[in-house]
């Protein structure tokens, strides 16, 4: 497995700000998963992020609300651009581990923001 | 495309009853099948993967899963609930070949009743 380190575990933001969450994992991997759990849901894909690429959106997320960063194979950013309470979440990121296809992801601790 | 179906978004057992959490899949293909289990202020903890090459599958903390291709299930369990199972799991599904998104299921709250 890997170890993912997610800043900041949590966070309270004023609307209209903006904060950007670090992924760190302690191996390369080539994808790096964006999700958003919102209060008592599930898991909804936000962007997958390869390195040396544009991060690819999923439907009903863009790129200049939710900007993804992908320096190298073991760093990834996203950030929450003017924020909104509707933006209150758990965002994690997570990673494929493993050679071979379909690999089950690993997960970080997830940020936990809250918007006033 | 693939989905999941949880049945039951909350479920409580006594500590030491069988725990049972059902998954159902729709896939058009043959599909790769996860369990994670979600702590409190904590992210997902990959608890077992079916990938075809055997049915019934074992995880850690003592769970299982039995893929049941007639039935499109994929069930959790576990013979003897202990209070620290006391979490959110989440069942998910890819498409087998190549890197595939994940989808999750709506998770399901499992309460350790002592």
């Known amino acids: 497995s890997a170890v993912i380190s997610q800043k900041p575990s949590r966070d309270i933001c004023q609307r209209g700000t903006s904060l950007t969450i670090q992924c760190q994992v302690d191996?390369?991997?080539?994808?790096m998963f964006w999700y958003r759990q919102q209060p008592g849901q599930s898991l909804t894909l936000i962007a997958t992020?390869?390195?040396?690429?544009?991060?690819?959106?999923e439907s009903g997320f863009v790129i200049d609300k939710f900007p993804i960063s992908r320096p190298n194979l073991t760093f990834s950013t996203l950030t929450v651009s003017n924020m909104s309470p509707e933006d209150s979440s758990i965002y994690l990121c997570?990673?494929?581990?493993?050679?071979?296809?379909?690999?089950?992801?690993?997960f970080g601790d997830g940020t936990r923001l809250s918007i006033l | 495309a693939q989905s999941v179906t949880q049945l039951g978004s909350h479920v409580s057992v006594s500590e030491g009853a069988l725990v049972l959490l059902r998954c159902n899949y729709s896939?058009?293909?043959?599909?790769?099948l996860f369990w994670y289990v979600q702590y409190p202020n904590q992210g997902l903890q990959l608890l077992l993967k079916?990938?075809?090459?055997?049915?019934l599958v074992k995880g850690i903390n003592g769970f299982e899963a039995e893929f049941k291709k007639s039935e499109t299930s994929f069930h959790l369990t576990k013979p003897s609930a202990h209070m620290s199972d006391a979490a959110e799991y989440f069942c998910?599904?890819?498409?087998?070949?190549?890197?595939?998104?994940?989808?999750f299921g709506t998770g399901t709250k499992l309460q350790v009743i002592p």
């Open positions: 998910a599904v890819s498409k087998s070949g190549g890197y595939q998104k994940v989808t």
């Open positions: 992020a390869n390195q040396g690429s544009e991060a690819t959106y």
């Open positions: 896939s058009s293909v043959p599909p790769y």
């Open positions: 079916y990938t075809s090459a055997a049915t």
């Open positions: 997570s990673v494929e581990v493993g050679q071979g296809k379909n690999q089950p992801q690993h």
């Open positions: 191996s390369q991997v080539t994808m």
